[in-house]
């Protein structure tokens, strides 16, 4: 695999790949299968794949959040190896930010609710870094998780904006046997507090196969109460248009319904989301 650690580098190997596809999967590391997942859809429809290791200061709202998010670029090269990715863009703060300039983007009700909502300024550090990296790179693709799914609105809503015609691939949430969806924080939780957490994805798919039973504040209440009986705390429960991620109050508000959730296990922030009909 290529690494490369500064723009010219690897803008070096672009001009002499210009013919080739390119597919990009942006990531701050801490690598699992979700992340690999992305790196094998991208080779589905392109000629080279870059993946990004970035931990993207601008995007946390909170320092203890930034300061623990877990790193590990040794074990990440061995796992891209593993799966042939052809490119690793390694950036520095200084590469990615060289003149500390950062924009104020507007996305409207899509960034106000939900993670945009208990996260001020997260999405206008996320458009930040996904606009530089679009503007060094410019992918033909760039592929997102569905976990991650107001991010991934909020990606197609940035490239619409400034116009580019890198396609944005939305891509399948990857779950561990238990259930608990793949996340890089998983890698803080303890052995006990994995088993708690499962319980989320557990009540999310109780929900989603009874929600014609209960209204949408009855399936609130329930999960909160499961998540208090495992000693969890609820940051909260949503159900929303999968569209345009308005809350909704009622099921037929929409015919696209997904409900959203963040949770905290001990000092670790967990989200996942389940599509309750489409
Ligand atoms: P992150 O490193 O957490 O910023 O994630 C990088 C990319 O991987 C994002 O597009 C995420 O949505 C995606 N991703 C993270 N976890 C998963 C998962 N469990 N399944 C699929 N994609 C994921």
New binding site residues.
Partial sequence: MLIYKSVNELQQFLTENKHKIIGF???????????L??IQASQQKADVTICS?FV?PIQFNKQEDLDNYPRNVGADVLKLESVNCEVLFLPSIEEMYPNKKYKNFEFGSLAEVMEGEHRPGHFNGVANVIERFFEIILPNYA???????Q??AIVKALTKQLGLKTEIVG?????EDSGL?????NERLTVEQKKDASIIFEALSFIKNNYLKNNIAEHKSYFAKTISAKNMELEYIEFADGNTLQPIQNFNDTDYCVVFIAVHVGKVRLIDNVTIFN
């Fill in positions: 999967v942006p990531t701050m590391g801490a690598l699992h299968q979700g992340h997942s992305l290791i993207n592929f997102f998780g569905e976990k991650d799914f991010q991934l891509c399948p949430i990857l779950r969806a793949m996340s890089s924080r």
